[in-house]
């Protein structure tokens, strides 16, 4: 059996490092790009959320390069996500495509066919090995997002242009080397020092913009069209309400992001007070904690027709007029082209460096 | 009194019983009026441009119904039955009309959830009740009438009569055609006149039958959906996947004709099931999607009706021969 799975940030490298530590054979999809999301377009639904579409295109990729069994997740709703599984396999299986499809739904709705499908990925290791392998694995993938969000955060200050994303790729390479929990404590404060390398200068007030959004959008630069390395390389000071790990983890506190959900969601409850799947309620929640410590702007970033992004950005307005906080909301799918979104964010940096001229002068 | 009710989404399902328990306890309904360009024009303007047709109509409705009342009600119907959701839409609602910058009366917004239990469920009815009488037993006696009177309303659809006949009291006799034709999607997409084009009176004119999942009964829709691979989490998806299987599997139509909402969550995902499951049964039952949003036109809904009712008529005739 051969594993193959949907690409969403830096998911492959730590399922290759899981899969790695369970012997269990795997091929990860070539990088999401153009061809992927028009496979993916080609057999999804026309208004199915963008993220199907683009993981489609991937597992077709991967299928094609020669994988017999796809992983996915499951869900309970009330999202579309949790549906993502059952639709690719029916998808995928009026295509043409002969394969397994392994669904790993929520252990909290069945214990029991949660450790069979475990097993049936790892035949080799026993549950024990596979919770050791998981929680080893998971220290990793905590280090690799807590060198993403230093990269985010310090890359505005770079004085050679290119030099915080080079050392990113270094940062990474020595994380991927790491296998015992000792040299993965190690890697991670070596990857975060070769961060530091990239020369800096702290003079500058660069402006400050928190990123919020769908979660599959925000973490995969591939179809965000790398917003993040664009922003900071115009010297914007970022910060995001999700990282990989506090997406996939079940606990309440976000171990990246920093903020706990229940936190979040407080913050979101006079605009939005009721969870509605997805990213919604913590989209809002966020864009109030950012206008609290004092941002300069949010971009919302929304897949085509994502329920849970629109109800968001259909109570922004209310936010807007009493925080005064100006949010750029980007539609993503695949007939988003990178010219106009680079004017739109162009726009919005200017709009925010006038405000906060505006802002200073009343000061002064 | 002056209690509001938006002629849209929910209303299709739960009005009878809202009317019945809102009356009991003395308050005066208010019905927006049926869908009218207005209305639409209002909700296209006030609403953000990424949500749902129907939801902008909600908006609409609610904007014209705004100044003529004490209080709006916009339920927020989380969970109709455990184990399941209705729509993300619909846990937001409340909120996103908030977020409205005109002036609105009193909205009044308990949470639906019976995915929390039944108490949690009556403490939501007894919380609503609150806002008319103070009087437990009263609110409780109005609840009772209400749901007594859904009962009816849905014992009449499952009679085989149409919704909004059903809605409105009046019932007319079937066409006596030979065809027959099931019309699944939203209610409020459906029997919302304005919204669906007049589809079904179009259909009937034609002399055709028109079946709509509310007719097929509860326990063949439970049947068909507790078969179903992966647990289905959407209640009204659950109604439109089971009508069509059941439609498909006993061949007891002649066509299918499936009414999408442009850029509906739930429906992106179910139209995938509903083409898988009539590939299996090797297309033998012909279906047409008919997608609807704010620029739909009647003469595109118009040939496609024809030619679809065309090659039904020719496969029909074919057989009988
Ligand atoms: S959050 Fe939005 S994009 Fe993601 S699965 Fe749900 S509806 Fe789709
Ligand atoms: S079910 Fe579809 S049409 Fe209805 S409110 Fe939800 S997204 Fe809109």
Redesign the pocket.
């Known amino acids: 059996m051969k594993l193959t799975f949907p690409h969403m940030g830096t998911l492959d490298m730590v399922l290759s490092d899981l899969f790695s530590r369970l012997e269990t054979d795997f091929i990860i999809p070539p990088k999401t790009s153009v061809k992927t999301v028009n496979l993916g377009t080609k057999h999804a639904p026309e208004f199915a959320c963008f993220p199907l579409k683009v993981t489609i295109g991937n597992l077709i990729e991967g299928l094609e390069a020669g994988a017999d069994a796809v992983v996915m997740v499951g869900g309970i709703g009330p999202c579309r996500f949790g549906f993502y599984a059952e639709v690719q396999n029916k998808i995928l299986r009026d295509a043409g495509y002969d394969f397994e499809m392994i669904v790993l739904e929520p252990p909290t709705t069945d214990i029991k066919d949660f450790m069979k499908k475990c097993k049936k990925i790892a035949p080799k290791k026993t549950l024990w090995q596979i919770f050791q392998a998981v929680r080893v694995g998971w220290k990793k993938a905590v280090a690799i997002d807590e060198v993403e969000k230093k990269v985010l955060k310090t890359r505005c200050f770079e004085k050679n242009f290119g030099d915080t994303t080079a050392m990113h790729k270094k940062a990474l390479a020595v994380l991927g080397k790491a296998i015992t929990p000792r040299e993965i404590q190690m890697a991670r404060d070596k990857a975060l020092s070769v961060i530091d390398g990239a020369k800096k200068d702290f003079e500058n007030n660069p402006l400050k913009i928190g990123i919020v959004g769908e979660f599959y959008v925000l973490l995969e630069p591939c179809i965000n069209f790398d917003i993040e390395r664009y922003l900071g390389q115009k010297g914007i000071y970022l910060e995001r309400s999700v990282y990989l790990t506090d997406w996939i983890s079940f606990s309440k506190k976000n171990p990246v992001m920093g903020l706990s959900n229940d936190e979040v969601a407080k913050a979101a409850k006079p605009y939005l007070s009721h969870f509605v799947g997805g990213e919604g309620q913590a989209t809002v929640g966020h864009v109030v904690k950012f206008a609290e410590e004092g941002f300069d702007g949010v971009i919302q970033l929304l897949p085509f027709t994502c329920?849970p992004e629109i109800i968001a950005k259909s109570v922004l307005p209310k936010i807007h007029r009493e925080l005064d906080i100006p949010v750029l909301t980007l539609v993503i799918d695949e007939q988003t082209g990178r010219a106009g979104i680079i004017t739109r964010l162009e726009a919005f940096i200017d709009l925010l460096w006038s405000k906060r001229k505006k802002k200073l002068s009343i000061v002064g | 009194m002056k209690v509001g009710v938006p002629r849209a989404l929910l209303y299709y399902k739960y009005f009878p019983l809202w009317e019945t328990f809102f009356s009991e306890l003395g308050a005066e309904v208010v019905l927006s009026s049926p869908t009218n360009k207005r209305i639409l024009n209002l909700g296209t303007e006030a609403a953000e441009n990424e949500v749902?047709l129907?939801?902008k109509i909600f908006y609409g409705h609610v904007i014209s119904l705004k100044d003529k009342v004490d209080a709006l009600f916009i339920p927020r119907i989380v969970s109709v039955e455990g184990g399941a959701y209705t729509?993300p839409?619909?846990l937001g609602l409340p909120d996103m009309i908030r977020a409205l910058d005109v002036d609105l009366p009193q909205i009044i917004s308990p949470t639906f959830n019976l995915k929390l239990g039944l108490r949690e469920f009556y403490r939501s009815v007894y919380e609503l009740g609150g806002f008319f009488t103070k009087n437990l037993f009263k609110i409780v006696m109005a609840f009772q009438k209400g749901l007594n009177k859904l009962d009816s309303f849905e014992n009449l659809l499952h009679d085989g009569h149409l919704l909004n006949e059903a809605l409105a009291g009046r019932f007319f006799p079937a066409p006596k055609g030979r065809l027959r034709i099931g019309v699944v999607g939203?209610p409020y997409n459906i029997f919302d006149q304005y919204i669906s084009m007049n589809l079904i009176e179009r259909l009937q004119k034609k002399g055709i039958k028109v079946l709509t999942a509310e007719m097929v009964e509860e326990e063949v829709v439970d049947k068909i959906v507790t078969g179903l691979q992966k647990k289905l989490f959407w209640t009204y998806e659950k109604d439109v996947v089971g009508a069509v299987f059941h439609w498909l599997d006993a061949k007891s139509v002649d066509g299918i004709i499936y009414v999408l909402?442009f850029a509906?969550?739930?429906?992106s995902l179910i139209q995938i099931l509903i083409e898988h499951e009539a590939k299996q049964q090797g297309f033998s039952v012909p279906i047409m999607p008919i997608v609807i949003d704010e620029h739909s036109g009647e003469a595109g809904l118009v040939t496609r009706l024809e030619a679809f009712v065309d090659m039904m008529s020719r496969k029909v005739g074919s057989e009988k021969s």
């Open positions: 329920m | 749902c129907p939801v729509c839409k619909f939203h909402s509906c969550g739930p429906d």
